[in-house]
């Protein structure tokens, strides 16, 4: 560094009485300082499931017995950097040694936490005391998620209804959700003379089974 006013000339040595001659020495108030950390004024919180055990510019974080990181590992570091702890170090989650099916998660070590529909272990058994049939999903406890032409707990009874009715010859239909009234055409009428007939749905089914034909008057 060059200093323009009134630099301090040193003398003595071999050169006692002259001067150092392209030499020039600071004045106390620009002599450099030496280099200085930041510190870290406090231990960083440990991660969740972890212990730490921390210098001043290390800490060393293990995560309990049945709890990894992420990425599979159980020991990490982190450092004091310019006044900060760092890197970010991701919390510990429980490590289960056999999976969890039917999307069932990990919830502690070695302890799969299930939907309602599952248990078990590893949620490997359906809630439902009896298989849910023909299709059908168990999705609460004894409860069965049916096909659209199913219903009942378990899914056991075929409904008939999403069809309409056989129509007799002869005749026409107007139908609702559950029930249907069949009418036979001009000049035509059932064996019993009537001229209408209802047809309802009982547990899927319509009922009755069967109409006769419509015939001529």
């Known amino acids: 560094m060059k200093v323009t006013s009134n630099p301090i000339i040193l003398m003595g040595g071999p050169f006692k009485g002259d001067p150092l001659k392209g030499l020039s020495v600071c004045p106390i ?11 870290c004024l406090k231990f960083p919180p440990p991660p969740l499931n972890s212990r730490r055990k921390c210098s001043n510019e290390i800490c060393r974080v293990t995560c309990m017995n049945g ?11 982190i450092r004091c950097m310019a006044g900060a702890w760092e890197p970010t170090i991701p919390n510990c989650i429980p490590e289960c040694n ?18 309602t529909a599952y248990k078990g272990s ?32 378990y899914c056991e009874i075929k409904n ?7 129509l007799p010859m002869n ?3 107007l139908c609702s959700t559950l029930s249907c009234i069949v009418t036979c055409k001009n000049g035509y009428k059932f064996p019993d003379g009537s001229t209408d007939a209802g047809v309802h749905c009982v547990e899927g089914a ?11 008057n």
């Open 171 to 173: 005749s026409r239909r």
């Open 122 to 153: 590893q949620c490997q058994y359906s809630n439902c005391d009896q298989e849910c049939q023909n299709g059908g999903i168990c999705v609460a406890k004894n409860f069965c998620q049916c096909r659209d032409n199913f219903y009942g707990n």
């Open 67 to 77: 709890y990894t990181f992420p990425d599979g590992s159980t020991v990490s570091e």
């Open 206 to 216: 319509w009922q009755p089974t069967s109409i006769p034909y419509c015939i001529l």
């Open 98 to 115: 056999l999976p969890c099916f039917n999307g069932g998660v990990c919830g502690a070590p070695n302890t799969c936490l299930c939907p």
């Open 160 to 166: 008939e209804c999403l069809a309409p009715p056989n």
């Open 29 to 39: 108030a620009f002599r450099p300082v030496a280099k200085t950390e930041i510190p």
